[in-house]
Every structure is written in structure tokens, then in C-alpha cells.
């Protein structure tokens, strides 16, 4: 089985539930994100809810993903 990619922009309640989420059901899959704290991203990393973190909402590394999830307030 091939393995899934996601990505997510924004990593807060929502988003970190929908990552958490993703690796209990899918642990093999992988899953990119960005969200504007650099302190967020790395405990996310460190933790092992997201695999690889991106620069921007525009990084080339989303185009890796079947799903990109937008997370983030409307505002």
C-alpha cells in the first residue's frame, strides 16, 4: 500500500486534533505542516504528530500531498 501524504495549514485545536487523528488511524502515514509558531511546528515534530514542517502556505513541499487540509481562522 502506498504511503499517504497530508498536508496541514495551521496546526491549532483543529488542526492538531485532525493530525493526531490521522496518525492513530493511519501510522504509517506522513504528514506535513505549517503554522505560523515555530514553537508549535516543533513540538509537533518532536512529539511525532506531523512529519516534516513547511515554510509557508506556498511551500513546494505541499505539492507531495493528496490532501491539503486548511486549518486556520477565517480571519
Known amino acids: ?3 499517504k501524504t497530508y498536508g496541514l ?5 483543529i488542526g492538531g486534533s485532525l493530525a493526531k487523528a490521522l ?3 493511519q501510522p504509517d502515514c506522513r504528514i506535513l ?4 509558531s515555530s ?8 512529539q511525532g ?3 516534516d514542517t513547511c515554510a ?12 491539503v487540509f486548511l486549518c486556520a481562522p477565517v480571519s
Open 9 to 13: 495549514i495551521g496546526l491549532g485545536l
Open 56 to 67: 509557508s502556505p506556498g511551500d513546494s513541499k505541499f505539492q507531495e500531498c493528496g490532501y
Open 33 to 36: 505542516a505549517y503554522t505560523r
Open 49 to 51: 504528530i506531523i512529519d
Open 1 to 3: 500500500m502506498e504511503q
Open 23 to 25: 496518525k492513530r488511524s
Open 39 to 46: 514553537d508549535t511546528l516543533k513540538a509537533a515534530l518532536s
